[in-house]
């Protein structure tokens, strides 16, 4: 079993930046995929950014891409996402994901563990 404990959250006026951060316990994510979602009031969880083992490759959704940077620490069992520039859409909680199986980076059905989230507030 993996544990996900995220922090970093909080308000923030347009514009700003927050970097949250997800600590794995349990045992090692180092061979999987680690991930970021959102979820917004009435809406939909989705996907906001993923890094694979190794992290030659990084995937990022549109409405985030050029605004926020994934990375981890596998040393510390930590995944971070960088966030500049924010707007009030990306008002969600935010929630740390890992996977274990192939697939889709981008698809939350994949994803065997979750977090507990992580509110995420832009004030306009």
């Known amino acids: 079993q993996v544990q996900l404990v995220e922090s970093g959250g909080g308000l923030v006026q347009a514009g700003g930046a927050l970097r949250l951060s997800c600590v794995a316990s349990?045992?090692?994510?180092?061979?999987?995929?680690m991930a970021w979602f959102r979820q917004a009031p009435g809406k939909e969880r989705e996907f906001v950014a993923a890094m694979p083992p190794g992290g030659s490759v990084l995937y990022y959704a549109d409405s985030v891409k050029g605004r926020s940077t994934i990375s981890r620490d596998d040393a510390k069992h930590t995944v971070y996402l960088q966030m500049v520039s924010l707007k009030p859409e990306d008002t969600a909680v935010y929630y740390c994901?890992?996977?274990?199986?192939?697939?889709?980076?981008?698809?939350?059905?994949?994803?065997?563990?979750w977090g507990q989230g992580t509110q995420v507030t832009v004030s306009s």
């Open positions: 349990g045992r090692t994510v180092a061979s999987n995929v």
């Open positions: 994901a890992v996977k274990t199986e192939s697939g889709s980076n981008s698809s939350d059905s994949l994803y065997n563990y």
